[in-house]
């Protein structure tokens, strides 16, 4: 025998009953917005990114509150939904509370049916931790400001020592002006230095920069950091 239709209507209206729930109580930080970027929904977790509540958020856009900060990652994003492919997709961003900038990532999944025109999407948040005084965050373990660069960072570096201006290293390495910021701001607490211009002089006195080559590159010596 068959279920009615109004059984398989009670039995839908309770599992997303059972799904808000979850979705409400899950200490990761999530939102379920339309294939535009509109957001349907968020969670605490995701509103408390913000400092907010979850309903301050709906219907408004991920590109309003969240800026990417790597161009590639966000075409990769847009080819994929395109192309109806169903993966996931992490885009670095950048955002800010109440004047102070918070740096993270975002993990877009479309989750609705392969079927659909339109899908929805399931969009994570992981904020990096930057243990700033007084922000109630764990701080991270120093890094060593000799142990080599991250392949973006090897990247920025030299460009960063020959003047290039922000918007020029941006378009050398693929990236937003904002993401360019974000790497030198990384560089800077690394080295412990407050500015580009000490930053420059500092990598040559670690030799993280080649002090024979012109225009500047990164050591030959030095191991790069994945």
């Known amino acids: 025998m068959e279920p009615s239709g109004q059984a398989l209507g009670e039995a839908a209206t309770a599992w997303r009953s059972r799904f808000v729930s979850l979705f409400d109580r899950a200490p990761v930080a999530l939102a379920i917005s339309d294939a535009y970027g509109l957001i349907l929904g968020a969670n605490p977790a995701f509103a408390s990114a913000w400092q907010l509540q979850p309903g301050k958020l709906e219907g408004r856009r991920l590109l309003d509150i969240l800026t990417p900060t790597n161009d590639r990652q966000l075409r990769r994003l847009d080819e994929a939904l395109r192309s109806r492919r169903r993966s996931r997709y992490p885009v670095e961003v950048t955002w800010q509370v109440r004047g102070t900038a918070r740096h993270g990532r975002v993990t877009v999944e479309p989750v609705s049916d392969p079927q659909d025109d339109v899908?929805?999407?399931?969009?994570?948040?992981?904020?990096?931790?930057?243990?700033?005084?007084?922000?109630?965050?764990?701080?991270l373990p120093p890094e060593d400001p000799a142990d080599g660069l991250s392949l973006q960072e090897a990247r920025i570096l030299p460009l960063v020592a020959a003047g290039a201006a922000g918007s020029a290293i941006a378009r050398e390495v693929g990236l937003t002006v904002d993401g360019v910021n974000y790497h030198v701001t990384r560089l800077c607490r690394r080295l412990d230095v407050p500015n580009r211009p000490a930053l420059i002089a500092r990598a040559y006195v670690l030799g993280l920069l080649?002090?024979?080559?012109?225009?500047?590159?990164?050591?030959?010596?030095?191991?790069?950091?994945a």
């Open 210 to 225: 080649d002090p024979a080559a012109w225009p500047p590159r990164v050591a030959a010596a030095g191991p790069e950091r």
């Open 119 to 139: 899908p929805r999407l399931l969009v994570s948040l992981t904020e990096e931790l930057t243990g700033e005084p007084g922000g109630g965050r764990s701080e």
